[in-house]
């Protein structure tokens, strides 16, 4: 059975990094394409980032040249990676994974001075 753990959020000021990662447990990882979506408070969870099994990525035109989402699959963790952080970046994240169709708990980030 997999299951998705998300870690990394917190709070952040404008301009600011942070890494999120994903731990995935079972042995199908490699073989899932795996994505990143978040939710504001009042908002419709959205994608903001995927990667194939192969490794192509997709990302949502918000994020374009500031998020960049990765993975091992030796450590089954995919990252996402977010720099130039803004206040409309402030949501709970999640990772998902295509092939299961399976959530994390999320993790939230706070993008504020």
């Known amino acids: 059975q997999v299951q998705l753990v998300e870690s990394g959020g917190g709070l952040v000021q404008p301009g600011g990094s942070l890494r999120l990662s994903c731990a995935a447990s079972?042995?199908?990882?490699?073989?899932?394409?795996m994505g990143w979506y978040r939710q504001a408070p009042g908002k419709q969870r959205e994608m903001v980032a995927t990667?194939?099994?192969?490794?192509?990525?997709n990302y949502a035109d918000s994020v374009k040249g500031r998020f960049t989402i990765s993975r091992d699959n030796g450590k089954k963790i995919v990252y996402l990676q977010m720099s130039s952080l803004k206040a409309e970046d402030t949501a709970v994240y999640y990772c998902?994974?295509?092939?299961?169709?399976?959530w994390g708990q999320g993790t939230q980030v706070t993008v504020s001075s």
């Open positions: 079972g042995s199908i990882f490699s073989s899932s394409g």
């Open positions: 998902t994974s295509a092939l299961t169709g399976r």
């Open positions: 990667i194939t099994a192969g490794g192509n990525t």
